[in-house]
């Protein structure tokens, strides 16, 4: 590597390893298990971007997404199983050890290239920054809050329109109505016309030719005409 001015001693790189490797095998571990249910249609991009989404949700903000894209081409990173309790034992030991076990392929920073690591720890953030992340939540919040907006207003007047609709309905039946109580009207009124001048009819009759049950039938209906109208 040199004795240039960052020059970083051995146990400097093997500290900041155990961290890289620890954090990039939990990511592999994510992205493994989304690379297996990808759905149709979705690229190695789509990928990690849900792996992304998902490990910063569960565990913390991922940034070593350079140094993974490294390593995953070798085969010890090549299909990572999903998480075991054995892996979550290995991964805790791995972290409380004083010192890092020669024996362990994916824990020996003799096996990396150290030469292709980026000193410079601002190479090792992710390509979008969390500060752009942010203001692109906040504008897709206000498009969806706009968007809310609009739906809502949308409905709001299609509800007004159905209850004019409904209130118009109400009113042309309550019209219909009238009309036909007035018809009724008017009918009943014709009934008792035409009634007043059977009855005047009937009382203006002579009845003197009746006799018997006829006669008596005859009497009765004047009588009950006379109380009617008050004769």
Same mark, same amino acid.
């Given at each position: 590597?040199?004795?240039?001015?960052?020059?970083?001693?051995?146990?400097?790189?093997?500290?900041?390893?155990?961290?890289?490797?620890?954090?990039?095998? &939990?990511?592999?571990?994510?992205?493994?298990?989304?690379?297996?249910?990808?759905?149709?249609?979705?690229?190695?991009?789509?990928?990690?971007?849900?792996?992304?989404?998902?490990?910063?949700?569960?565990? $913390?903000?991922?940034?070593?997404?350079?140094?993974?894209?490294?390593?995953?081409?070798?085969?010890?990173?090549?299909?990572?199983?999903?998480?075991?309790?054995?892996?979550?034992?290995?991964?805790?030991?791995?972290?409380?050890?004083?010192?890092?076990?020669? $024996?362990?392929?994916?824990?020996?920073?003799?096996?990396?290239?150290?030469?292709?690591?980026?000193?410079?720890?601002?190479?090792?953030?992710?390509?979008?920054?969390?500060?752009?992340?942010?203001?692109?939540?906040?504008?897709?919040?206000?498009?969806?809050s706009s968007s809310n907006h609009?739906?809502?207003? &949308?409905?709001?007047?299609?509800?007004?329109?159905?209850?004019?609709? +409904?209130?118009?309905?109400?009113?042309?039946?309550?019209?219909? +109505?009238?009309?036909?109580?007035?018809?009724?009207?008017?009918?009943?009124?014709? &009934?008792?016309?035409? &009634?007043?001048?059977?009855?005047?009819?009937?009382?203006?009759?002579? +009845?003197?030719?009746?006799?018997? $049950?006829?006669? +008596?039938?005859?009497?009765?209906?004047?009588?009950?005409?006379?109380?009617?109208?008050?004769?």
């Amino acid at each position: 590597m040199g004795k240039e001015k960052d020059y970083r001693k051995e146990y400097s790189i093997s500290s900041k390893w155990t961290d890289i490797n620890s954090k990039c095998h &939990q990511f592999q571990e994510v992205f493994q298990r989304n690379w297996d249910n990808m759905e149709s249609g979705q690229n190695d991009a789509n990928v990690i971007t849900r792996a992304l989404e998902e490990y910063n949700a569960t565990k $913390d903000t991922f940034t070593y997404l350079r140094c993974w894209e490294l390593l995953r081409g070798s085969p010890k990173w090549a299909n990572v199983p999903t998480i075991t309790s054995s892996v979550r034992r290995k991964s805790k030991r791995s972290k409380t050890s004083s010192s890092v076990d020669p $024996d362990t392929p994916t824990s020996d920073a003799r096996n990396v290239n150290l030469n292709i690591i980026v000193d410079n720890e601002e190479d090792l953030e992710l390509e979008q920054p969390p500060g752009r992340r942010s203001a692109k939540n906040k504008r897709k919040k206000a498009e969806s809050s706009s968007s809310n907006h609009e739906i809502l207003k &949308q409905d709001f007047e299609e509800m007004n329109r159905r209850l004019q609709d +409904i209130r118009d309905l109400g009113d042309r039946r309550l019209q219909t +109505i009238e009309e036909r109580n007035l018809e009724n009207k008017k009918f009943v009124a014709i &009934q008792e016309s035409r &009634q007043i001048e059977k009855d005047i009819k009937f009382l203006s009759k002579p +009845i003197d030719h009746l006799t018997g $049950d006829a006669l +008596i039938l005859a009497q009765m209906r004047r009588e009950q005409i006379r109380r009617k109208y008050g004769l």
